[in-house]
């Protein structure tokens, strides 16, 4: 029997800035119809409850898909409303739903119901085999069409200089998703000695701040990446042992030479064999942890910048590309 021939055209809706295709490779030759779930007029941008622009993004790409064109979508609430969408136009074709990762799973008495259309996703991409069984547990769902890939990139664009600190005299803690500020805090004041650049998000709610802290908010990606790469350890400290973020940090520290510290997760440990963890909500574990860190900084950048190389072997997005490869011609 042949092969079932790929897809010549796809849809590919996310919500993010810049090019969707730039994220998630797909095969040369293929005709895609790029959406964006991101507000595009004052109107949206106004109408957040329901999301607007992620509504009409959705119908986009199911309208995009009138001649059974297969749908790949990116991060669960546009994925769940490209579902909805799909039942409500009456279409059967193919979805993918790719980054499908939560900070927080949806909870009490409703998400059932409002969750219920992600039964008609072809297949969801994961970043860990944690969150494969996590997922497939919570939502009901087989867990074959759940797959599994490590989170892939290239070495991160980095600012061309650190307005910020000094390099190598400070220690950061970049990321706001399922992040332990609160131990963080703690840490930090058990080593008045040592610098902390914190970069969050505006709705992270830090208790009250060290007097060696100092806090960012929104800062852009290649300046996050600069700090991260002038700091003598990268810190990701994660809420519990079952949250699903860091992944990013870690691997984008290791890419441009950072040590990494961080909290023990279920969802990290394909990432972590070269990472110094301690358990999560152990200010004094984490503090030491830190401590060394900074003092081995010199010794412990040399062996990070070491492994450059095999880490970009092991975080390269051709995993991805043969993924998508083979969704599109109806694996």
């Not at 009409?56 to 909805?84: C, D, F, K, N, T």
């Not at 136009?89 to 499908?100: I, M, N, P, Q, V």
């Not at 980095?158 to 990321?175: E, I, L």
């Not at 992040?179 to 914190?198: E, S, Y």
Request: one cysteine or more; glycine letters at 6%.
């Amino acid at each position: 029997m042949s092969e079932p021939a790929m897809a010549s055209a796809a849809v590919n809706v996310a919500e993010f800035d810049g090019s969707v295709t730039s994220f998630v490779p797909f095969p040369p030759g293929l005709r895609v119809t790029e959406i964006s779930a991101q507000p595009a007029n004052a109107i949206e941008r106004a109408v957040t409850r329901p999301k607007l622009s992620r509504l009409r993004a959705g119908a986009q790409a199911v309208l995009a898909s009138s001649h059974g064109e297969p749908i790949v979508s990116h991060m669960p609430r546009v994925s769940l409303m490209v579902a909805w969408q799909k039942r409500f136009w009456g279409r059967k074709s193919r979805h993918l739903a790719f980054t499908f990762n939560f900070t927080d799973l949806p909870q009490g008495s409703r998400y059932r119901k409002a969750w219920a259309p992600l039964e008609d996703v072809t297949r969801f991409i994961v970043f860990s085999a944690f969150e494969r069984e996590l997922y497939s547990a919570h939502f009901g769902l087989p867990i074959e069409r759940f797959e599994r890939l490590l989170w892939a990139q290239t070495t991160p664009v980095v600012a061309p200089t650190n307005a910020f600190a000094t390099p190598g005299n400070y220690v950061a803690a970049v990321g706001g998703e399922g992040r332990d500020h609160v131990t963080l805090m703690r840490a930090a004041a058990m080593l008045p000695h040592i610098p902390f650049l914190v970069v969050c998000r505006p709705h992270n709610r830090l208790p009250e701040i060290p007097a060696n802290v100092t806090v960012h908010t929104n800062l852009d990606a290649p300046t996050s990446w600069r700090i991260t790469q002038d700091a003598a350890c990268s810190i990701v400290p994660l809420k519990s042992a079952e949250t699903c973020c860091g992944h990013i940090t870690i691997v984008g520290s290791e890419l441009v030479g950072t040590p990494v510290v961080a909290t023990r997760s279920a969802a990290t440990v394909e990432y972590t064999e070269d990472v110094a963890q301690c358990e999560p909500g152990d200010a004094q574990g984490l503090a030491a942890l830190i401590d060394h860190a900074f003092r081995s900084s010199a010794t412990l950048r040399a062996e990070t910048q070491a492994r450059i190389p095999a880490k970009l072997a092991k975080y390269d997005r051709d995993a991805w590309q043969r993924s998508i490869a083979d969704f599109l011609a109806g694996g």
